[in-house]
C-alpha cells in the first residue's frame, strides 16, 4: 500500500475550557495493492489527559480521542450505491455500511472512531530514600464506525497488542476492549566504584513487573479488512489474555524492557523492547 499527504497540528485549541487539548487535521492520498485509490480527510480531537489525585497518594488520568473522517474512494461504474459490509452467503441482506455516490466513479464513505484511556497508579510503600512499590493499572475503549479506512483499522489493532503474542496478529479491528495490571517493585542494586564515586551506593534503576494483560476485540467489518476475519476465524468476537514477568533497566540513559509472558494458550514467549512502562503525570 502507499500513502502520502499533509497534517496540520494545533496545540490546546480548547484552552479556554480545558488545561490539555490537541487537534490534528491530515488530508492524504492511498493507493492499495490492488490498485485502488482513495482521498482521506480526518480529523483529530484529544481531550485530557487530566489528572486526579487519589487517596493514599494514588495518581488517576483520562484520555479522550475522538476523529472523524471522509474518504473519497474511487469505484468501478457497476459499483452500487450500497456496499455489503460481509461478502459471506449468510449475511443480512440489509446489512451495508454507509457509502453515498456522488458519482458513477466516486464514492463519500464518512466514518468515525474514538478511544477513551484511563489509567491509575497506586504505591503501596512509603519510604524517602527508595522509590515504592506500586500497583498500576490501565484500561482503553475504542470504538468505531463502518468504513474506517484499513491503516487506522490495522492501527487500533497494534494499539491493543498483548504481551507474548507477535506484533500485528490482532489483524484489523473495529473496537476493542483492553487492560492491563502491573506490579511495580523497584531492585536496588549495588553501583559499582568508578573513578567519580568510591562509595557503593545504593541506585533504583531497576525495577521488577509482575503483569497481566487482556484484549476483548471485534475484527473490523470493513469487505476490504476480510484477512483480518479470517485470521480469527470470522468471529464476531475474540479474546486474548497473557500473565508474566518482566525487567526494566536503563543503559546509557536507554530505557530497556524485558518480558516473559504465557499466554491463554499456553504458548511462552520474550520479548524486548525500548521505552519506560506507562504512567499518570
Known amino acids: ?12 485549541p480548547l484552552e479556554m475550557f480545558m488545561e490539555r487539548s490537541g487537534c490534528s487535521t491530515s488530508l492524504e492520498r492511498t493507493r492499495s495493492k490492488s490498485g485502488c485509490t482513495e482521498s482521506i480527510l480526518s480529523t483529530s480531537l484529544t481531550m ?31 459499483s452500487l450505491t450500497n456496499v455489503p459490509i ?7 441482506e440489509n446489512d451495508f455500511t454507509d457509502v453515498h455516490t456522488v458519482s458513477p466513479n466516486l464514492q463519500i464513505l464518512p466514518y468515525a472512531s474514538g478511544k ?19 500497583m498500576a493499572f490501565s484500561h482503553s475503549l475504542t ?25 500485528g ?10 487492560g492491563t495490571t502491573e506490579l511495580r517493585i523497584p531492585l536496588p542494586l549495588t553501583k559499582i566504584p568508578g573513578l567519580k564515586n568510591k562509595a557503593n551506593t545504593w541506585v533504583e534503576d531497576a525495577t521488577m513487573v509482575l503483569f497481566g494483560d487482556w484484549l476483548f476485540a471485534r475484527p473490523s467489518s470493513s469487505s476490504s479488512l476480510s484477512i483480518a ?6 468471529q464476531d468476537l475474540f479474546r486474548k489474555s497473557s500473565i508474566g514477568i518482566g525487567f526494566r533497566k536503563s543503559i546509557q540513559g536507554i530505557p530497556l524492557r524485558y518480558d516473559l509472558s504465557v499466554t491463554e494458550e499456553g504458548k511462552m514467549g520474550a520479548f524486548l523492547n525500548f521505552g519506560r512502562d506507562f504512567d499518570v503525570f
Open 169 to 178: 496478529s490482532n489483524g484489523a479491528i473495529s473496537s476493542s476492549l483492553f
Open 86 to 92: 460481509s461478502s459471506s452467503s449468510d449475511s443480512d
Open 229 to 234: 476475519a479470517t485470521r480469527h476465524n470470522k
Open 1 to 12: 500500500a502507499f500513502r502520502k499527504g499533509v497534517s496540520f497540528n494545533l496545540q490546546s
Open 116 to 134: 477513551i484511556t484511563a489509567r491509575e497508579i497506586f504505591p503501596l510503600t512509603s519510604n524517602a530514600n527508595r522509590k515504592p512499590i506500586e
Open 48 to 78: 485530557g489527559p487530566f489528572v486526579t489525585r487519589l487517596p493514599g497518594n494514588g495518581r488517576h488520568s483520562t484520555l479522550t480521542t475522538f476523529s472523524p473522517g471522509t474518504r473519497l474512494a474511487s469505484s468501478s461504474p457497476s
Open 143 to 167: 470504538t468505531s464506525t463502518p468504513n474506517l479506512p484499513s491503516h487506522e483499522a490495522n492501527a487500533a489493532g497494534n494499539a491493543a497488542k498483548v504481551r507474548g503474542y507477535t506484533s
